[in-house]
């Protein structure tokens, strides 16, 4: 074996005559989803996440107890949503998803995906990951995983929180749909479900974007102002006319398309295209992350 | 070492290349449906006469690239969102997306995905409803007899099919018509919404006309057409466009063309003669336009036609429309407008507009000095 | 260190480390200068340097936290980094200091590193985390917050993660940083203990005392360089025990000590020249690693330059210290010693 030792294998080299270790070589086991269940784990139990979470669910409470103290016969003017929550309790969290697309939940994303590698570098703890070894790949998709976890979370505290305030505070009742048709609470419910759904794909996008901005630096705050400064940057970009050719390449082209699934029928193309959208930017920021995670330094 | 650090950013760069690539081309190789064989100007004019879609359901997408000024903001500072002279300026700017119900045999229905809101009118066995969410207001239209015939407010085509004998006379008496003024060809197939087309083109004889082309593209199998383009001389995208984007010729569920208007909106029930489908997409826009007819002279012919309209009709009912105590319409009119000799031309790649210092109004799909011209006769 | 440590000629399979013309240059700066690092398997190996030699800098590449800039590693017999996710598994490191998340506890903390490594049986997590908790002392702090822990603390959890798994090399980067006497004390017992197990343990300190206490092997790095390497004591005695005459004949005297074979040469800037009084320095070689005097006796010498008729007023034989090679090594005793820069 010491003709060849770089083409021996583990074992060969471990059993050398003559030395006393005593390990043997461990293959792995598995996929190892331990890591990414420790990642949610850490992720979910953080006051970081929890108090972002909070905030969240506090937009549709906000929005449903100003609209009960205010509302003595209001008709006021405003986005549509909001005249129906007085009618029907559900429109709550609808609302509330509607309201928190522009800023509100891509903030949380910007905060959670800006973080993933930049966080560990700044505790030092991904050099402690790394010679686990987590393996640079693996530790990447955990990471862009658990961020996906949060765009699941985000959206469907806001919906969740809604709905529940809004059966406190109004009467429950079918829905109207923008089709004028009439769902009954079941249904409605079911498509609250899916808006979150979608608003959960829609905000992959900005995560994968994130997940490369994070794999660049450091500095987890650069990293997460970095991603929050391109989705505004996105959305100014998005309503600028001028730019109208750019428009269908934003990732934040179809954020509004959610009130899609509040058609009769479902504007599943709507989903769709969506979904096409966000797994282009998975792709192209994923292979980026890959690339510059793998060629990392890790001086951190 | 750097060997290596090179390959691993490779997946960097092809990544990029392989999902654009792909999103530019995926348009373009949709529906390699196969070429159909290749039909004659009459022959495809044939098959649109034999056209037996009886059910569809699709999405329609129309774009304008009139050249319009921007009027958005003149627009929403007028404050008059569901009326018909807005109604229709939006509608000629910008693009929209309708989804398409039809079934003969049930009705129809058509809903305009406007953003964050909606409006549908349903034509069904209970007469004609129009909503629309976001001033959630229904309007309800009883039909007292023939219910089914509602189902022509989409298909045009069926009624033609309904009242002309043949495919080949329709065609022929088509081309008869327009045969001298235009010249017709199938120039290539095309795919629209996945469906292999002939490109109908008519093209005017006429040098004065600013339309270059009307691509009209005709389904290969069914004969329903599926895309309306027009094209102005000097452009190569179309001006305006009707086209589906996608279709499907299966029987649509038949709870869609049945309307119950939701708790809570506002509903108008209209009688039958009173009824104007002012605000919707297609059809006549414009109740005053009856009216004006009457005053209305027209020079000139086929593609070059002049309409000559004196400008006091209009005037009365712009203000009747836009009620503006802060003068908003006019506003609006010179934001439109550009000053040329003798008079205020409203100018679009299509169409020309010339409201002379005189007070009339001419307008045709001809160049601005050819309204002048005419304007001085 | 018995079997192999006795020849400088390891086999590729005896070295737990090994690394030919290693180099970082960090920009124009040269961090690890053309590095061979050879550590035999089952040694304590001290990697002594003042800061700023480029000892972290080396670590981070033996473990592939770093590409190096060019050179080879090999660590347990195979090439890294390409090895790296089976050579991993069998190395327990402490890199610059323990870093972990501050509002995760201890335990938590170990719990979180050791789902990282794929090799390990997720069913003895918790059991081998309690193990290595208190095989560092910290079974009391087990669920404390490491945010609430002090540099001392941080330092032992750090040793704990290394020891999480059963492990062939451990890559220590100064584990006594911030220790009190008592815990450096612990930690020396507890490498020690590591290595009589066959643990291979590479161990980085500017301490010298530490070193000289722990390593069997050491290598001594400055600038970025190695400027020495091999076993404790060959490190220690190369040319450094040497033999002091103060005479008044110094003509005398190098006569006498080259008449030993000696290599004698009269001191310049001795500051106890005096008048006539000179100092007459004579290297002794260490031919025989382990025997400091090398066959002279001391007495033969004294002996003979009495006989020779040389005033001897004084006579030393001055035993080395690894300090006074440390410092004659690196020139720069613990002043912090910058890499050089290439152009
Ligand atoms: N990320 C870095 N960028 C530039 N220079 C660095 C970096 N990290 C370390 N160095 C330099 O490399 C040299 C060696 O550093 P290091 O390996 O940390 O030394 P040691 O661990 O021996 O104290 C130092 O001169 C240091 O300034
Ligand atoms: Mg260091």
């Known amino acids: 074996m010491s003709d060849s030792p770089v083409s021996d294998s583990t074992l ?79 429109f709550v969290g609808v609302a509330g998803l509607i309201l928190c697309i522009p800023l509100f939940l ?41 961020t996906v976890a949060f765009c699941i979370a985000a959206p469907l505290v806001v919906v969740l929180a809604g709905t529940v305030i809004g059966a406190i505070l109004f009467p429950l009742g079918n829905v109207t749909l923008l089709s004028g048709d009439t769902v009954s609470i079941s249904e409605s419910l079911g498509r609250a479900l899916l808006m979150s759904a979608y608003v959960s794909v829609s905000l992959i996008g900005l995560s994968a974007i994130g997940l490369f901005i994070s ?46 699934m509040l058609r009769q029928p479902i504007l599943w193309s709507s989903f769709g295209d969506n979904a096409i959208l966000q797994l282009g930017y998975v792709i192209v920021f994923g292979a980026l992350a890959y690339s510059r995670f793998v060629t990392k330094s890790i001086l951190s | 070492m750097a060997d290596r650090s090179l390959r691993r ?14 999103a530019l081309a995926v348009p373009l190789t949709a529906g390699a449906a196969g070429v159909p064989p290749e039909k004659s100007a009459q022959e495809v004019l044939e098959l649109v006469g034999s056209n037996e879609v009886t059910a569809l359901s699709g999405t329609v997408v129309q774009t304008s690239e009139l050249g319009l000024p921007d009027l958005s903001g003149a627009l929403s500072g007028t404050g008059t969102g569901g009326d018909s002279a807005s109604s229709a300026l939006e509608l000629l700017t910008g693009s929209h997306t309708a989804r398409v119900y039809l079934d003969e ?25 129009f909503y629309d969410s976001s001033e959630d207001t229904a309007t309800h239209l009883a039909l007292p007899d023939d219910p089914t015939g509602s189902a022509g407010t989409d298909g045009s085509q069926s009624d033609a099919t309904d009242t002309v004998p043949t495919p080949a006379a329709l065609a022929e008496h088509f081309l008869d018509a327009i045969e001298p003024s235009t010249a017709v060809s199938v120039d290539n197939t095309s795919v629209v919404a996945g469906r292999s087309a002939y490109d109908l083109v008519l093209t005017p004889d006429s040098a004065d006309t600013l339309i270059a082309a009307v691509t009209i593209a005709v389904d290969s199998e069914t004969g329903l057409p599926l895309s309306v383009a027009v ?15 996608d279709i499907s010729f299966d029987t649509p569920d038949a709870s869609l063309f049945s309307f119950t208007p939701p708790a809570g909106a506002t509903v108008d029930e209209q009688l039958p003669h009173a009824y104007s489908l002012s605000t919707s997409a297609n059809g006549e826009h414009d109740s005053h336009l009856g009216d004006l007819a009457k005053n209305v002279t027209v020079t000139g012919d086929a593609w070059a036609s002049i309409v000559e309209l004196p400008v006091g009709d209009l005037a009365a009912g712009a203000s009747e429309e836009s009620a503006d105590p802060s003068g908003s319409a006019s506003s609006l009119l010179d934001a439109a407008t550009e000053k040329v000799d003798g008079g205020r031309v409203l100018s679009t790649s299509l169409l020309n507009v010339l409201l002379t210092d005189d007070g009339r109004i001419l307008a045709g799909s001809v160049p601005v000095a050819l309204l002048q011209a005419a304007a001085a006769d | 260190m018995t079997g192999n440590a006795g020849s400088n000629a390891f086999a590729p399979g005896a070295l737990a480390i090994e690394t030919h013309g290693l180099t970082k240059r960090f920009g124009s700066h040269l961090a690890v200068d053309s590095v061979d690092l050879a550590v035999p398997r089952g040694s304590v190996f001290g990697f002594l340097g003042p800061n700023g030699a ?61 789902t990282a490594d794929r090799s390990v049986d997720g069913a003895t997590r918790s059991d081998r985390v309690a193990q290595a908790l208190d095989r560092v002392g910290l079974g009391h702090a087990a669920g404390k917050k490491v945010k609430a822990y002090s540099l001392g603390m941080k330092q032992r959890l750090g040793l704990a993660n290394a020891l999480l798994a059963p492990r062939d090399l451990l890559v220590l980067d100064e584990p006594s940083n911030g220790l009190d006497p008592q815990g450096t004390r612990e930690v020396r017992s507890l490498i020690r203990s590591l290595a009589a197990d066959g643990t291979t343990v590479f161990v980085s300190s500017h301490l010298l005392a530490e070193i000289e206490q722990l390593c069997s092997h050491v290598a001594v790095m400055s600038s970025g360089r190695i400027v020495s390497q091999g076993t404790l004591d060959a490190v220690r005695d190369q040319d450094v025990s040497r033999i002091r005459v103060v005479t008044t004949d110094p003509v005398g005297a190098l006569r006498v000590l080259a008449d030993f074979g000696l290599e004698p040469s009269v001191a310049t800037d001795e500051s106890t020249a005096d008048g006539d009084v000179r100092v007459v320095l004579a290297p002794v070689p260490a031919t025989d690693p382990g025997h400091r005097t090398s066959g002279i006796q001391p007495e033969a010498i004294v002996a003979a330059l009495v006989a020779a008729g040389v005033p001897v007023r004084g006579f030393t034989v001055e035993e080395s210290s690894l300090e006074d090679r440390f410092v004659a090594l690196t020139g720069e005793g613990f002043a912090i010693a910058e890499g050089h820069s290439v152009r």
């Not at chain 1, 030395?19 to 006051?47: K, M, Q």
């Open chain 1, 215 to 260: 794999t660049l630096t450091d500095t987890p705050v650069g990293a997460m102002a970095a991603t929050i400064v391109i989705s505004v940057a996105a959305q100014v970009v998005g309503s600028l006319d001028q730019l109208a050719w750019l428009h269908p390449w934003l990732f934040s082209y179809h954020w509004l398309g959610v009130v899609d």
């Open chain 1, 106 to 146: 891509p903030l949380t994303v910007g905060v959670a995906a800006g973080d993933t590698i930049a966080g560990e570098a700044s505790h030092g703890t991904l050099r402690y990951l790394l010679v686990a070894p987590a393996g640079r790949v693996r530790l990447l998709i955990v990471k862009f995983l658990g």
């Open chain 2, 9 to 22: 950013w490779l997946p960097a760069i092809v990544a990029p290349i392989v999902v654009i690539g792909g």
């Open chain 1, 12 to 90: 060969s080299a471990s059993t050398a005559p003559g030395e006393t270790a005593s390990v043997r070589a461990r293959p792995p086991r598995g996929l190892g989803l331990a890591l990414l269940a420790s990642e949610l784990a850490i992720l979910f139990r953080r006051t970081r996440t929890i108090a972002m979470l909070a905030a969240l669910a506090a937009v549709p409470i906000l929005i449903a107890v100003a609209v009960r103290v205010s509302s003595s016969g209001s008709s006021g003017r405003g986005p549509a949503f909001i005249d129906q929550i007085t009618q029907n309790g559900l």
């Open chain 3, 54 to 114: 480029g000892k972290t800098t080396t670590i981070r590449m033996l473990l592939g936290l770093v590409g190096a800039t060019s050179g080879s590693i090999s660590v347990l017999g195979q090439p890294m980094p390409a090895s790296l996710a089976s050579v991993l598994p069998r190395v327990g490191a402490l890199v610059e200091g323990p870093a972990f998340y501050p509002f995760l506890s201890g335990a938590a903390n170990l719990h979180r590193l050791d």
């Open chain 2, 231 to 245: 094209t102005a001389k000097g452009q190569s995208a179309a001006a305006f466009s009707v086209a589906f984007s």
């Open chain 2, 105 to 129: 045999a049930q009705g129809a229905r058509v809903q305009i995905l406007d953003s964050m809101a909606e409006r549908d009118i349903i034509a069904g066995p209970d007469g004609v409803w």
